[in-house]
T-cell receptor, first 115, second 112 residues
Framework: GAVVSQHPSWVICKSGTSVKIECRSL??????MFWYRQFPKQSLMLMAT?????????EQGVEKDKFLINHASLTLSTLTVTSAHPEDSSFYIC???????????FGSGTQLSVL | KQEVTQIPAALSVPEGENLVLNCSFT??????LQWFRQDPGKGLTSLLL?????REQTSGRLNASLDKSSGRSTLYIAASQPGDSATYLC???????????FGDGTTLTVKP
């Protein structure tokens, strides 16, 4: 089946640093990828839609300058949390749509802890 | 705006029981509905995908149904096992740009 690889799976960083998370579709091309954030014991909150070759579309309330998204190829989207602060600590998950069947496939997630 | 509700929020059953998880949505103009499983601290694993034109999908001990007109989907798990313990999420994909709205999930515990 289709696989979406997300890296790193966990990261601990100091407040004020930037962290980059990668999301790759390994065996299919994904013109659209999505980035979600999940707080403990809560469901997924869509942050933004990442479109290959164009600017990401952010959901209301999500700071685009804080969460930089780049979708430079059909298999890779990156999320950069800039100047991270403790309140940015969360579980971030990406997903990609396999265009042949419109099925969503998810990465394994990245647990970000900002000290 | 699509709203997705899952009931119950938590469920505990003894091993071997059959069970049903419920998902309801407010906007019936959907593209598809997908059920996922999430283990603690992990990503999501797709279980079943039902297209808007379909009524149900089956995979092994799992059966998912969709009634678009009433805005409901159920996930039926037969002969539950301790390994089925996880949080189950349903996601409704709208007809607009592939965005999906997730329910809050049902946390299932199957006791040996």
């Amino acid at each position: 089946g289709a696989v979406v690889s997300q890296h790193p799976s966990w990261v601990i960083c100091k407040s004020g640093t930037s962290v980059k998370i990668e999301c790759r579709s390994l065996d299919f091309q994904a013109t659209t990828m999505f980035w979600y954030r999940q707080f403990p014991k809560q469901s997924l909150m869509l942050m933004a839609t990442s479109n290959e070759g164009s600017k990401a579309t952010y959901e209301q309330g999500v700071e685009k300058d804080k969460f930089l998204i780049n979708h430079a190829s059909l298999t890779l989207s990156t999320l950069t949390v800039t100047s991270a602060h403790p309140e940015d600590s969360s579980f971030y998950i990406c997903s990609a749509i396999q265009t042949t069947n419109e099925k969503l496939f998810f990465g394994s997630g990245t647990q970000l802890s900002v000290l | 705006k699509q709203e997705v509700t899952q009931i119950p929020a938590a469920l505990s059953v003894p091993e071997g029981e059959n069970l049903v998880l419920n998902c309801s949505f407010t906007d019936s103009a959907i593209y598809n509905l997908q059920w996922f499983r999430q283990d603690p601290g992990k990503g999501l694993t797709s279980l079943l995908l039902i297209q808007s034109s379909q009524r149900e999908q089956t995979s092994g001990r799992l059966n998912a149904s969709l009634d678009k007109s009433s805005g409901r989907s159920t996930l039926y798990i037969a002969a539950s096992q301790p390994g089925d313990s996880a949080t189950y999420l349903c996601a409704v994909m709208g007809t607009n740009a592939g965005k999906s709205t997730f329910g809050d999930g049902t946390t299932l515990t199957v006791k040996p």
